[in-house]
């Protein structure tokens, strides 16, 4: 027999970055016995890697600003197909957030008077994020860290252990969840190290483990980012929603090959950073569209005003939200008028003195100096769209967090979640989505832990069928090596389900995924149990091709171009589509696809809006009724 490590813990929290960590910090100030596991080592998450900032309305650069201000950025950047309550409560808490996080220990940039800083970021009307120089999210995760540390200190002096009540498992794999009936009852998985495999029983676990770009050739996400907590949410029978919707960052480095993808943050374009094209064209003016043309500036010289005088003129077109920027890079290339390695330039060298670009980007600086020998502060850089964020996720009850389906006591937050977004994310709307709706899962996991009668138990030949399903790859001599299919699945989503998308090509992309599925169940991989990245490839390539085949579905499914979803055939957006969310379920293999209405606004947050711009967005039906309710 298998030896499996067992531990009871009351919260499972898989996945540390913000999101896991937050959720994890608020189980444990309830009194729960909790555990954070990471599948890479302990603050090695995406959200160190955050560079721009955390959005949140403080109104400390501009007192404009308000969380209803931040709400209608929000729902205009997802074009409104947000859940509007998780984009409501996300405006209200992100400060409160911010400044818990102060109390955590951590030291945000200042203003002139010793205020919390915040930096113009696209599509936030006000400056908004919250950062740290340009390395934000290595803060944030610190803090966050330091928190955990010094609950533990207590814990220590409390019980006699560190560990007591909170618990760091990391480069720990977590590869099914085990459900008693239609309650969770606890995870399995392997410690990446020694092989040997691990069960944590517990009746409530948090789904935090972020995104899923490695299934795209180009990417900004790193190696562990393969949809994992999709896919375990799905095979436990929860749903997932806006699948379709993938956010491609405009700004990857381009060159050279080996870094193409990692990412150059937009705060290059916040801080007077500027596009141009092969022919030295700012091209960016040519692609305002009608939806935003009042909020951005017609001239250049109007838009270089905006950086001092935000008041009397509007923004440059630069900072459009992402998806508007990545679909112009990707024209310009296409029009033969990209640069030699199949970007264009971001300058910032002729904007900001050499000194100024060292103090407010210094990881940019020093990223592009070491990877492209290129100095930032006298040439421009090279850039194009990149796979960064997925907009899609676990559909969740806004309030709690908890998965929507078949299954009770499972919760996610962060990334893996999806409808805060809608079809497009704001930057730095991620950060401070973590840190809101973090606390929120964690918060509500420890009360089902107490409001449950009795735990739930794991079935042992759910656990036998676990080693089985971890361990087949080992044992098969003949099939494929897990990293030739990952490749072909990068190639087919990077090829057919990319950035512009066309029918016949998600038709082809369907039949691809369903003859590598077929490879995928016959994965092999050389080598024993001991650390050995072949066999954990092999693992979660299942989970890469579930949650490819939700988006090519999703994305074949829906008819228009919205934010993150951009279809050759049908270029513009559809009201009555707007009213739609596409949800993935698991029956056996199949994935399902189903439609299912927002939500409805609530009236007075609908009143935030004129009725100009919700003509851009709804229905004929759905502006009656908000005339009749306003007359
Ligand atoms: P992550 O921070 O991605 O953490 C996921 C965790 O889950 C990791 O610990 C991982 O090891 C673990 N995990 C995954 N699978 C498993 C498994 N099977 N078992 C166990 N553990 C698992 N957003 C902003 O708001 N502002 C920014 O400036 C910004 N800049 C960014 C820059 C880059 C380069 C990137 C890649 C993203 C950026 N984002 C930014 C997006 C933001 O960083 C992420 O969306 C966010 O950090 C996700 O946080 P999370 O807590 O949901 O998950």
């Given at each position: 027999t298998t030896r499996i490590e067992r531990h009871h813990y009351d919260v499972v929290v898989i996945g540390a970055g913000g999101a896991g960590l937050r959720a994890a910090i608020e189980a444990r100030l309830a009194g729960k016995k909790t555990a954070i596991i990471s599948k890479s080592l302990f603050g090695k998450a995406h959200t160190v890697m955050a560079e721009g900032g955390a959005a949140a309305a403080?109104?400390?650069?501009?007192?404009?600003?308000?969380w209803q201000v931040h709400f209608r950025d929000t729902m205009r950047g997802g074009k409104f197909l947000n859940n509007f309550r998780m984009a409501e409560l996300h405006a209200k808490e992100s400060p409160q957030r911010i400044w818990e996080l102060e109390t955590y220990g951590a030291l945000f940039d200042r203003t002139k008077d010793g205020k919390i800083s915040q930096r113009n970021f696209g599509g936030h009307e006000y400056p908004r994020l919250a950062h740290v120089g340009d390395r934000t999210g290595l803060e944030l995760i610190r803090t966050l860290q330091q928190k955990i540390v010094s609950l533990q200190q207590e814990d220590k002096r409390e019980h006699g252990s560190y560990d007591a009540r909170i618990k760091v498992f990391s480069e720990t794999t977590i590869t099914e969840l085990l459900l008693d009936g239609d309650r969770v009852a606890g995870a399995f998985g392997y410690?990446?190290?020694?092989?040997e495999f691990v069960l944590f029983e517990a009746p409530a676990v948090v789904l935090a483990t972020g995104g899923v770009g490695r299934s795209y050739k180009v990417t900004s996400n790193s190696w562990e980012y393969t949809g994992d907590g999709h896919a375990l949410a799905l095979r436990a029978g929860a749903t997932l929603i806006n699948m379709e919707f993938l956010q491609f960052h405009p700004t990857g480095m381009v060159w050279p090959v080996s870094v193409k993808g990692i990412l150059v943050t937009e705060s290059v374009r916040g801080d007077g950073g500027i596009l141009k094209n092969s022919e030295g064209k700012r091209f960016m003016f040519d692609y305002v569209p009608d939806v935003f043309r009042k909020q951005y500036a017609e001239t250049p010289e109007e838009a270089d005003r905006w950086y001092t005088d935000p008041d009397n003129n509007r923004r440059p077109p630069e900072l459009l939200p992402r998806d508007e920027v990545a679909r112009a890079i990707n024209s310009e290339v296409k029009a033969g008028r990209g640069t030699p390695a199949g970007g264009v330039y971001l300058d910032i060298a002729s904007r900001l003195p050499a000194e100024e670009i060292r103090r407010r980007l210094p990881s940019m600086h020093h990223q592009f100096k070491g990877l492209?020998?290129?100095d930032i502060t006298k040439e421009p850089m090279e850039v194009g769209p990149t796979c960064h964020y997925v907009m899609g996720g676990i559909e969740v009850e806004p309030d709690s967090g908890a998965a929507h389906g078949s299954v009770r006591g499972l919760f996610a937050a962060g990334e893996v979640s999806g409808g805060m977004h809608g079809s497009n994310r704001l930057g730095g709307n991620s950060l401070s989505d973590l840190l809101v709706f973090g606390k929120r899962a964690g918060g509500h996991a420890a009360t089902y832990v107490d409001q449950l009668a009795a735990r739930p138990k794991v079935e042992v030949a759910a656990v036998e069928t676990a080693v089985e399903t971890a361990l087949a790859p080992l044992q098969r001599d003949t099939g494929e090596n897990p990293y030739t299919l990952q490749q072909d699945l990068q190639a087919v989503m990077g090829d057919l389900v990319g950035i512009i998308r066309r029918e016949a090509e998600l038709e082809e992309s369907l039949v691809r995924l369903a003859e590598l599925r077929e490879r995928v169940a016959k994965v092999s991989a050389t080598g024993g149990r001991r650390y050995n990245p072949g066999w954990h490839l092999a693992l979660d390539l299942r989970n890469m091709l579930v949650v490819s085949e939700c988006t090519a579905k999703a994305a074949l499914e829906r008819r228009e171009s919205r934010g993150g979803h951009t279809r050759e055939d049908f270029p513009t957006m559809d009201p009555q589509w707007r009213r739609v969310n596409l949800v993935c379920s698991l029956e056996g293999d199949t994935v399902r696809l189903n439609r299912k209405p927002l939500p409805k606004m609530r009236t007075e947050l609908v009143g935030l809006f004129d009725r100009a711009e919700l003509a851009k967005y709804l229905t004929d039906e759905e502006l009656a009724e908000f005339d009749a309710l306003s007359a």
């Open positions: 403080m109104g400390n650069v501009n007192s404009r600003d308000s410690y990446r190290e020694s092989g492209a020998d290129v």
